[in-house]
């Protein structure tokens, strides 16, 4: 039997707290007297919902958590879930119970040294409970040295960030110290195609700017030029590097890599043979202006909620024409390289596609524009919907879209909004204040495909 836990806990990292719960239940894992590991599990839902409420019910989710965590730590002394209860009673107004629980973490550390959890657990739990004892030096100190053991566990370190953050502000102390301890910012890349190879110095001035930033994660395509460098030079620095092309890869690799020259051919190969993930997006016949614009968003999208997972910084890289003019460069970062010759190679001729973003909902299936007008339609309503993003290329919107978002409906819990990848990471990377969840896998006609929950 395949065990829920890790299905529940990428769900609440993502942010899928209402689907992590309705997994709990349904595996029946709520509210166990012996089961340590369901316990945290519920206990940090709890937290998780407590942060996204106001007033005196956050207080009371935050106490509710609290008690869940100290049942939890009641099993075996174990010093995660005390250190937890003692914090959520800090939030939830209890303050003498917190720093009674921060003492007995810092006791249970002392005896038992090699209790089973990983070095830069062990360390950041002490720091969070001599934070809670108004030893902020010590904390300081503690929590650097925890980063120190395990430098790339990014995830662990934004949980830790988050959680004293919300100490500090209860505190009153000073936390822009996190500042130097969260984890790698995230790059949203793209550029120009017909640059010169010979060009030594964009490169360098790539890597540079790629090491002053601090990234550690990018998502762009990988089109001959400008994104190759970017993607060769974050493996160099050992980022990940994720792409999004905006059509299949065959087409991508032939309109927009080898037709500038051939010499860039391998080096996309290998890029994508080394590619943390690879993201194709579909009904697109080729890289044309709009597809390009799909993609373009939906990278930023996804820039930007690894950066908000993470706890950390988006930012946007943008490679330009030494002698182009930038009118409007908004908040990207702008590098130069060497064009060769004065314009792009000519693709191909193909029909141009246009954008257009289809929603379904209990009112039928409507056609919009712009992502932007779907939106606002959608929040317009009280009614479950599903969107989508395409590429079209007529007036007629192809036939597996209405019969996919046919079934996205029926994945929708009453009154929620569910998009595909394109549609969710679009609106995103389009500016949009919204919060884009994992909601599972959906499996239908088309095969297996992620669904996200937009709030």
Same mark, same amino acid.
């Given at each position: ?9 990428? &769900? ?7 689907? %992590? ?23 940090? &839902? ?39 209860? *003692? ?33 830069? !657990? ?63 910012? *995230? ?35 990988? %089109? ?39 010499? !860039? ?46 706890? *950390? ?51 039928? &299936? ?90």
């Amino acid at each position: 039997m395949v065990s829920p836990y890790p299905h529940i806990i990428r &769900l609440a990292r993502s942010g899928s707290l209402e689907r %992590a719960w309705s997994v709990m239940e349904q595996n029946g894992l709520l509210d166990s007297d012996t089961d340590q590991r369901a316990l945290t599990l519920q206990a940090r &839902l709890v937290k998780d919902r407590a942060k996204l409420a106001e007033g005196a019910e956050r207080a009371g989710l935050f106490a509710e958590s609290a008690a869940i965590y100290a049942k939890a730590g009641a099993i075996d002394n174990g010093s995660y879930p005390l250190i937890n209860a *003692a914090s959520l009673y800090l939030l939830a107004g209890q303050k003498a119970q917190s720093e009674k629980l921060a003492r007995d973490v810092l006791k249970a550390l002392d005896e038992n040294p090699d209790e089973a959890e990983t070095p830069y !657990w062990l360390g950041a739990t002490r720091a969070e409970a001599l934070l809670l004892l108004g030893e902020q030096a010590q904390a300081r100190a503690a929590l650097r040295g925890a980063v120190t053991k395990q430098p790339a566990a990014w995830e662990d370190h934004a949980a830790t960030i988050g959680q004293f953050e919300l100490l500090c502000a209860e505190l009153g102390c000073d936390a822009a110290w996190l500042d130097q301890l969260r984890p790698p910012s *995230a790059v949203h890349f793209s550029g120009i195609m017909n640059v010169a190879q010979s060009d030594e110095a964009a490169p360098r001035q790539i890597s540079e700017w790629l090491e002053r930033e601090n990234i550690g994660f990018g998502f762009g395509a990988l %089109a001959a030029g400008s994104d190759i460098w970017i993607g060769e030079a974050l493996l160099a620095r050992g980022a990940q590097l994720h792409v999004i092309l905006p059509c299949d890869r065959a087409t991508f690799r032939a309109a927009s890599v080898t037709i500038v020259d051939d010499a !860039w051919g391998p080096r996309f190969d290998r890029l994508m043979d080394q590619a943390e993930s690879i993201c194709c997006l579909d009904h697109a016949d080729a890289p044309d202006a709009a597809a390009v614009e799909r993609g373009d968003a939906v990278a930023a999208g996804m820039a930007q909620h690894s950066a908000t997972q993470l706890r *950390a910084n988006a930012r946007r890289l943008r490679i330009v024409g030494s002698n182009d003019a930038i009118s409007d460069p908004g908040e990207a970062a702008i590098l130069k390289a060497r064009r060769k010759g004065d314009r792009a190679p000519s693709r191909p001729a193909t029909a141009s596609g246009s954008l257009r973003a289809a929603v379904l909902s209990a009112s039928g &299936l409507e056609i919009f524009g712009s992502l932007a007008d779907a939106w606002a339609a959608m929040g317009a309503r009280a009614e479950s919907c599903a969107v989508d993003w395409i590429v079209s290329h007529s007036d007629e919107i192809p036939a597996p879209v209405p019969e996919r978002l046919s079934a996205m409906l029926e994945c929708a819990v009453p009154g929620q909004c569910v998009a595909t990848h394109a549609a969710g990471y679009g609106l995103l990377g389009s500016g949009f204040d919204l919060r884009v969840e994992s909601a599972g896998d959906m499996r239908w006609a088309g095969g297996l495909m992620p669904l996200y929950a937009l709030f």
